[in-house]
């Protein structure tokens, strides 16, 4: 399934995305009201029993959300592709390097990715996020996908100056509306080995990155086992993967995404998420399409 979240007519909901609209689970699953909440009671299965109704809207007629809206935590993995360590000098890691997002940092499908009026640094990382359906503690490499609810992709924006002001990662990752996160969540059942995708950015049309998602030097079993030994994971935490070579910070000039761009980060098998870039302070965006 491909779910997503969702507001239509002001009116925050999720569901299932089909080829002919949208599902709207949240009016028919009164008792989990969000995509989290459905999660947090292991109900991905109920979800399914709806696949076959008759969709409620066209997917142009709703404004899709950060797949998980209001998760409890969300970890972004940086200079975990092997293309990303060379261009970027880091030497390869003897465990995974992890940041914090916060929710209110993100954006979902269409909607604008605010550069601040602080930096024009403003970067572009095309990522895989990591949907987490089950909740665990020291979770074991072998058992680390069973807590795996689907894959999503994601943008992880970054204010480059800002990120460096220290060794210190997250200021430069955590202004408002700097990451995209979406357009939807693929289960895993529709992705048996995430390994075998490719993930591509493009920057106005231009590719600027890509890879197989085989290139991480953490993959996701690693990654559930490192994070959930020092906290518990909870349904609808996200882990952000890491990005791959290519970022703009490493090109000769660096190239800055401004005002009036188009970013897309498209994984097969998942999706393509599509967000306009807005300088803060200008006139609204045109919703992508």
């Known amino acids: 399934m491909k779910v997503a979240s969702f507001t239509i007519a002001g009116t925050a909901s999720y569901g299932i995305v089909t080829d002919k609209g949208v599902i709207d689970a949240g009016k028919r699953l009164k008792a989990y009201p ?119 992709c994601y943008n992880d924006g970054s204010i480059r100056d800002w990120q460096r ?5 997250a200021p430069g990752k955590n202004f408002a509306g700097t990451g995209g996160f979406g357009p939807w969540m693929v289960t895993t059942d529709e992705l048996t080995d995430v390994t075998k995708q490719t993930l591509i950015t493009r920057l106005n049309g231009v590719e600027v990155q890509k890879a ?26 996200v882990i952000v993967t890491g990005t791959t070579g290519g970022v703009g910070a490493y090109r000769t000039p660096p190239l800055w995404m401004k005002g009036g761009d188009v970013v897309e980060i498209e994984i097969s098998g998942i999706g393509i998420l599509r967000n306009p870039v807005k300088d803060e302070g200008s006139a609204t965006a045109t919703r992508a399409a």
């Open 34 to 152: 969000t995509l989290k909440a459905l999660l947090a009671k292991g109900s991905l299965d109920e979800l399914k029993k709806l696949a076959g109704e008759k969709p409620d809207y066209a997917l142009q007629d709703v404004a899709l959300l950060p797949t998980v809206p209001d998760p409890d935590k969300i970890f972004c993995i940086g200079v975990n592709y092997a293309t990303h360590l060379a261009e970027s000098g880091h030497p390869t890691p003897a465990h995974p390097m992890i940041f914090t997002r916060f929710a209110n940092s993100q954006v979902g499908h269409g909607q604008p990715m605010i550069r601040p009026l602080e930096s024009e640094r403003f970067d572009y990382e095309g990522e895989m996020a990591v949907i987490i359906g089950k909740a665990g503690r020291r979770i074991s490499r072998e058992a680390a996908l069973n807590h795996v609810a689907g894959y999503a």
């Open 165 to 169: 002001h220290t060794s210190q990662f």
């Open 212 to 237: 197989p998602i085989s290139d991480l030097v953490f993959d996701v079993q690693a990654l559930i086992a490192y994070c959930s030994t020092f906290t518990e994971l909870a349904p609808g935490d």
